[in-house]
Each structure stands twice: as structure tokens, then as C-alpha cells.
């Protein structure tokens, strides 16, 4: 199983950009997704988390300026970010819960997509 992130960029501080992310591979099923961020020298931290009925959760600092969605039939997830400050500039990667054919659950993280956002 893979998860393909894109639409990371360079961008101003107060503009948006919109991630995607794509489940693919042997699986059946996929369950929360989520989106987590690396900025240099830190560790990564959650930034939202979205359940297959649609139910988000946000990090306090991205909430009323990110928003998390997602395309169940395309395996898709996707985060919308607005107003975007230097703060969030971080390499982004996209996470869920699969369920392969051999009937096992796995989280699985994908490579990420380079957000940098200049002051």
C-alpha cells in the first residue's frame, strides 16, 4: 500500500494551497486518514485526522485556517490551507488506516510534499 502526497509549493505568508493524497496497493478498505507535518529540526506532529464518515479533528494551531476532507471512493484525503503563516512551512505527510487483502490493519504514512511559506 502507498500514499502518493502532492500540491506542497511555495507560497506567501496569508496564502493558501490545497494537499492531496492518494491511497493505492492491495487494499480493501481505509479507514481514518490524516495529515501530519515535519518542520527542520522538530518532530512531527499531527495537524488533523478525518474518520471515514467524515468526523475532523484539527490541531489547535491549524484550526479555522485548515480544512481536512476526503474522497471515499477514490481513497483520497485532502487539506485545504488558508492564511498561512512561516509557521507552518514543513515537509507534509499524509497517514490512514488500511486494510489489505489479507484482512490486516495498518497505519501507514506516505512520503511527504515540501510546504514552504515565505514571510
Known amino acids: 500500500v502507498q500514499l502518493q502526497a502532492s500540491g506542497g509549493g511555495l507560497v ?51 484550526k479555522d485556517r485548515f480544512t481536512i476532507s476526503r474522497d471515499n471512493a477514490e481513497n483520497a484525503v485532502y487539506l485545504q ?10 515537509v507534509y505527510h499524509c497517514n490512514a488506516d488500511v486494510r489489505t487483502f489479507d484482512g490486516t490493519w495498518s497505519n501507514v504514512f506516505g512520503q511527504g510534499t515540501l510546504v514552504t511559506v515565505s514571510s
Open 81 to 90: 490551507m488558508s492564511t498561512l503563516e512561516p509557521g507552518d512551512t514543513a
Open 12 to 62: 506567501q505568508a496569508g496564502g493558501s494551497l490545497r494537499l492531496s493524497c492518494a491511497a493505492s496497493g492491495s487494499l480493501i478498505s481505509v479507514n481514518n486518514m490524516a495529515w501530519y507535518r515535519q518542520a527542520p529540526g522538530k518532530h512531527r506532529e499531527f495537524v488533523a485526522r478525518i474518520t471515514s464518515v467524515g468526523v475532523t479533528t484539527y490541531a489547535d494551531s491549524v
